[in-house]
């Protein structure tokens, strides 16, 4: 069992910047790969990024490619998504997702095991 709490959304202006993170416990945190995704409302879930076990591979959607960087830190048990540059169509609901079978998983959501409750990211414009 894996369970994930994301913190750190809230309004940001078009052009700023947020950090989000995810805090994960229940089993050895550098042991499985770790997503992001959202979901804006009417929109299905999409991808955003990617990291494998060790935080050496990472993945991005072309849509925030450049802008967004996804990083872990294996002793604190967290993941975190920087992201510059924001647009208002970055506004989503964003949720973390563990695959704990895997090292690294690609931007597909399919497979992965558990999920955050999201945390809420607006930006203004």
């Known amino acids: 069992q894996v369970q994930l709490v994301e913190s750190g959304g809230g309004l940001v202006q078009a052009g700023g910047s947020l950090s989000i993170s995810c805090a994960a416990s229940g089993r050895a945190f550098g042991t499985y790969a770790m997503g992001w995704f959202r979901q804006a409302p009417g929109k299905e879930r999409e991808s955003v990024a990617a990291?494998?076990?060790?935080?050496?591979?990472?993945l991005y959607a072309d849509s925030v490619k450049g802008r967004f960087t996804i990083s872990r830190d294996n002793t604190k048990n967290t993941v975190i998504l920087q992201m510059n540059s924001l647009k208002p169509e970055d506004t989503a609901v964003y949720y973390c997702?563990?695959?704990?079978?895997?090292?690294?998983?690609?931007?597909?959501?399919?497979?992965?095991?558990?999920w955050g409750q999201g945390t809420q990211v607006t930006v203004s414009s």
């Open positions: 990291i494998n076990w060790s935080g050496v591979s990472t």
């Open positions: 997702a563990a695959d704990v079978d895997h090292l690294f998983h690609g931007l597909g959501f399919s497979g992965y095991d558990y």
